[in-house]
């Protein structure tokens, strides 16, 4: 019995962490009050490069980061050359972002927009990447499969989109990142 209980308090400390770690949005940002349906965990730089190789983002590429907290994908992306845009509606994160980019040197490839992700139009993107919830992912995925071109790559730190299977899924120390290639036929 000593040992359950243990394994309780562990999991209530772990759960506590996890929520100190959830970043709310500011009363500031007025237009998007209550709005943020996802709480910002930002990927490992491991993971944000395992995201890039995956998807094969290269010079030419357009790159849209959905949730983009403080632009460390968008970053990495244009780095690589292509032209990179974050959907961020957290205010304060926006500003992190772009001081972020301007510090990385990639202005002129790297932007942000404060927008509520469930509103963006995908169809300019050729690469879409997410860390988002479950939830989210299948509310997306109707939008990603009619905007996004066939041949267009998805990818997606942890969370899978429902019944479409991905085409490819790695680990990186043990974090799940998942790539899905846009159909010519949308399952």
């Known amino acids: 019995m000593p040992h359950k209980r243990a394994n309780y308090f562990a999991g209530f400390a772990i759960a506590l962490a996890l929520i100190a770690t959830i970043h709310p949005t500011r009363a500031q940002d007025s237009i998007f009050d209550n709005k943020q349906i996802v709480p910002f965990v930002p990927s490992p730089q491991e993971v944000v490069d395992k995201m890039i190789e995956l ?8 790159v849209y980061d959905l949730g983009s907290g403080d632009g460390r994908i968008v970053i990495a992306a244009a780095k690589r050359g292509a032209h990179a845009t974050g959907f961020e509606i957290d205010g304060d994160l926006v500003r992190k972002s772009e001081e972020n980019i301007r510090a990385a040197g990639v202005q002129d490839r790297a932007h942000i927009k404060q927008q509520d992700i469930l509103t963006v139009d995908l169809s300019p993107a050729s690469v879409l990447t997410m860390y988002l919830l479950p939830d989210v992912n299948l509310k997306l995925r109707p939008n990603i499969l009619s905007q996004l071109k066939p041949g267009s ?35």
């Open 55 to 62: 998807a094969g983002v290269k010079a030419g590429d357009v």
């Open 153 to 187: 790559r998805v990818v997606s730190h942890s969370f899978n989109m429902g019944d479409w299977e991905p085409d490819r899924t790695e680990r990186v120390n043990g974090r799940i990142i998942h790539l899905w290639t846009v159909p010519a036929k949308k399952p």
